[in-house]
Each structure stands twice: as structure tokens, then as C-alpha cells.
């Protein structure tokens, strides 16, 4: 459903809805899937999930800032979660997005502020991944990240199994601690696949490559049931040990594949974003899986506050009608 898909993306990037976003905080079965406005409640779902035996990584909500103020503030946001983790003896890493803190303002800013996160991170022996976002900021962002991998041992990247660079820089990346995803962001036929089985099938070369060809941890970042199948079947086959690769997945979905499979003795690593920021980030999970509205119409429907509080709770009942329009087709 590539329209429906476009149509996530395209609320995803609206300013207006972002910005009432924040005001209503986490209701419509966002709380479900965001762990938490605060640092002090996320922790507490941090612990949580550490209890069920899964490790975590935490993303501070928001991106493509563009004032200076807001890109420190975010940084702050960043350097407070690192330090209560540490605090609180939680098993967690840092996942940053580099048009949070300056990428989109100034180039010597950002790098500043990835150092500081980076030695604060590491200074409590955390591991930092340096996401990547739409294609607009790769080459800088890879700029970046390849200088940080020259200067720190406790930062990785991701990879993107739809972007056709994909292909050569998993053998470039193949002996660093990296993260593997199919890809969230609408991009232009000249640098990524468009369809799903192609990227589902690069995902999967991707997979092979980074846990055959070098000695970089692998973190296989997906819901999909039928990658992650073959995937165990790979790793058996090639007696691949358990402590060089994790399954990560996103707090909120798949809860039962993730007890599973840390069940049966993997290591499973949960995503969990934190912050007022969330619309964004809600929209895209739903522009790559628009079946995700599913999960939330119960709590929408039953929870008071959406019949009064407008923008938020009729943009995502908007989409849930279009999903059912489209699913009809």
C-alpha cells in the first residue's frame, strides 16, 4: 500500500501536528508504544523491560532541529538518560539521530555535541549508535559517524537494506557494532529500492554478510517473523555464537515474539523512544506497518479525552479510516 505508506510519511513530517502533538502528551495508544515523556518514568520501563531478561536502547524523540537552543537542549536530554541508566544500573544503550543535535544547523556544532555524548557515554562504559535518517543527511552523517569510529570504540551505525549503498558499505561497517533495518523514510528510484520484496531480500544479504564477513556485532533490527525464521536457520547452520548478534524490536510491538525468542536463549534488544516528540516517530511505525493502527483503535476509541482533545486523536482516526479504505482495494 505505497499511498497509505506516503500518507504516514507526509503527517510524519507536518510541522503543525507535531507541534500539537506535544500538547496532548501520550494518549490515542501512543503510551504504548513511547515509553515515556520523562526520564524518570522511561527508566522505570527500562527496568521493566531488563526484568523480562532484554536489554534496551533509548532514543530521544525529536529530529531536524534547527536552532541552536533546541539542539542543546535535546544534547541535555541525551547526557540526563545516560547518566541516570548509570545511576539506576540499567542495561541500556544510547541510540542518537544527528539532526537532533545540529546536523541541520552547523556541521562543527554537531560533531561537538556527538563528542560529548560520546565521552559521557563512554565514561559509564555505554555503547552509542549513531542512527541514520532520511538520505539527505547520509553523506554527512556517515562523514561523521567514520570519524567517530577513528576517535571512540563505543559507537556504531545503522544500515538501511533499501539503499542501494547498502550493498558495499555492509562490508565496510563489517567489523563494527552495527544495526540493520530495512528503512522508514520515503526516498527518490535513483537511491533506493521501491519494493518490498527487493527490500526484504537485500535485508536479508545484509544479515548474512555482516554476521559472516568481519567481527562486528549484528543487530538485526525487524518484526518480520519469516526474516527472523531464516535468520536462526542461517545462524545455526554457520554456528554463529548468540554473543554476536541480538534481535531488536520496538518497544510495543511483536511483545510476544520478543519474550519468545530472549525464552529461547537469544539476545533480544528492545527500542524504546522517550520524550513529548512523539508524533513523528508514530506516524513512521505506522508508514512502515499501517496494520499498526490496529494495535492502538481500542485504546483511542475507549479512552474520553480523544472525543474533545481534536488534532491528535483525529489525524490518527484519519488514518485509520484510510487504512480500511485501502485495505478494501
Sequence with gaps: MPVLRDLFIALSENEVLNDASKKVGLKF????????ITIEETIERFKDINGQGMSVTFDNL?????????????KNNI???????????????ASIKLTQIGLHIDYDFCVENVREI??????VNMFVNIDMENYSSHDTTV?????????????GTVLQSYLYNSAENVYKYKDCRTRLVKGAYKENPRVALQKKDDIDAAYEQLIRIHLTEGDGFTSI??????????????????NIPNDKFEFQMLYGFRKELQTELAERGYNVCVYIPFGSQWYAYFMRR??????????????ITKDPAFKTAGIGAGV?????????SFSRK
Design 316 to 324: 490518527i482516526l484519519a488514518g485509520l479510516a484510510a487504512y480500511k
Design 79 to 93: 547526557l540526563n538518560m545516560i547518566q541516570a541508566i548509570d545511576d539506576h544500573g540499567v542495561d541500556a544503550s
Design 62 to 74: 525529536g529530529e531536524f532541529i534547527t536552532e541552536k537552543s533546541d539542539a542543546i537542549k535535546e
Design 29 to 36: 495508544g501512543t503510551n504504548k508504544v513511547v515509553g515515556g
Design 143 to 155: 562523514q561523521i559517524v567514520d570519524m567517530m569510529m577513528e576517535e571512540y570504540d563505543n559507537v
Design 221 to 238: 533490527a525487524t518484526h518480520d517473523h519469516n526474516i527472523i525464521n531464516d535468520t536462526i536457520d542461517f545462524i545455526n547452520e554457520h
Design 118 to 123: 560520546l565521552d559521557t557515554a563512554r565514561d
Design 286 to 299: 505506522l508508514a512502515e506497518r499501517p496494520q499498526n493502527l490496529n494495535l492502538v483503535l481500542k485504546s
